[in-house]
Structure formats: C-alpha cells, structure tokens
C-alpha cells in the first residue's frame, strides 16, 4: 500500500508540474490558464489527501501493535 500511494503522490506532483507550464501569467484567467489552476487546485488536493491516508494508515499500524 505504501508504494502505491508513493506513486500516485509522483503522479499528483507531475501534475502540478505540467499544469503550472500550462499557466499563461500574463492572462491568468483566461482560457487555458484557468483549467490550469483548477488541475493544480486538485491534484493539491490529491497530495494532501494521500499523505493523511499514509498517517491514518501508520497510526492505525501502532494501535494494532500496542494491543
């Protein structure tokens, strides 16, 4: 489940990566450039949320250790 998650994270911040080379700074509204920012909105939203399932995951691993 960890390398999983570890990839779909890489994936997410490829996303990132090329939506921000989609960004037309001069015109940051329009057209493309808002489809940009949406796509990086969500694939932040992605990131955050696999990294509170992998410490979800790691604290549920303690509790099933201490009992």
Same mark, same amino acid.
């Given at each position: 489940?960890?390398?999983?998650?570890?990839?779909?994270?890489?994936?997410?911040?490829?996303?990132?990566?090329?939506? #921000?080379? %989609?960004?037309?700074?001069?015109?940051?509204?329009?057209?493309?450039? +808002?489809?940009a920012?949406?796509?990086?909105?969500?694939?932040?939203c992605?990131?955050? #949320?696999? %990294?509170?399932?992998?410490?979800?995951?790691?604290?549920?691993?303690? +509790?099933?250790?201490?009992?």
């Open positions: 489940m960890k390398i999983f998650t570890n990839i779909l994270v890489f994936l997410a911040l490829g996303l990132i990566i090329f939506n #921000i080379t %989609l960004l037309d700074f001069s015109h940051p509204f329009q057209g493309d450039s +808002m489809v920012f949406i796509g990086i909105g969500a694939s932040f992605a990131v955050l #949320i696999l %990294l509170i399932f992998r410490m979800s995951k790691k604290l549920e691993e303690k +509790m099933n250790d201490n009992l």
